[in-house]
């Protein structure tokens, strides 16, 4: 079992950059594969990214490509998401999850592990 906490959310003008991070309890942090969803008022929860249990590995969905960079530390036990070049568009609250899943996973219901979420605000 892992539990994960995120942080490093908050309100920043469009254009701005932010870096989430999300820390994860216990010894086996690496034989999690690791994603990031978000969901924005009124919509659904979306995938943002992922990564495989070694890192080697990385999917971004296509609304965040070129701008999201998704990576870990396995010492450190922390994934993070580099967030550059934000839009409005990217409001939403941000939630980490962990898998037991090989590889790079990108469906939520894939996912047995969630943290409680970050808020991430862009102005325009």
């Known amino acids: 079992q892992v539990q994960l906490v995120e942080s490093g959310g908050g309100l920043v003008q469009a254009g701005g950059s932010l870096r989430l991070s999300c820390a994860a309890s216990?010894?086996?942090?690496?034989?999690?594969?690791m994603g990031w969803f978000r969901q924005a008022p009124g919509k659904e929860r979306e995938f943002v990214a992922a990564?495989?249990?070694?890192?080697?590995?990385?999917y971004s969905a296509d609304s965040v490509k070129g701008r999201f960079t998704i990576s870990r530390d396995n010492a450190k036990n922390t994934v993070y998401l580099q967030m550059n070049s934000l839009n409005p568009e990217d409001t939403a609250v941000y939630y980490c999850?962990?898998?037991?899943?090989?590889?790079?996973?990108?469906?939520?219901?894939?996912?047995?592990?969630w943290g409680q979420g970050t808020q991430v605000t862009v102005s325009s």
């Open positions: 999850a962990a898998s037991n899943t090989i590889g790079v996973v990108t469906t939520d219901r894939r996912y047995g592990y």
């Open positions: 216990g010894r086996t942090f690496s034989s999690y594969a």
């Open positions: 990564i495989s249990r070694s890192g080697v590995s990385t």
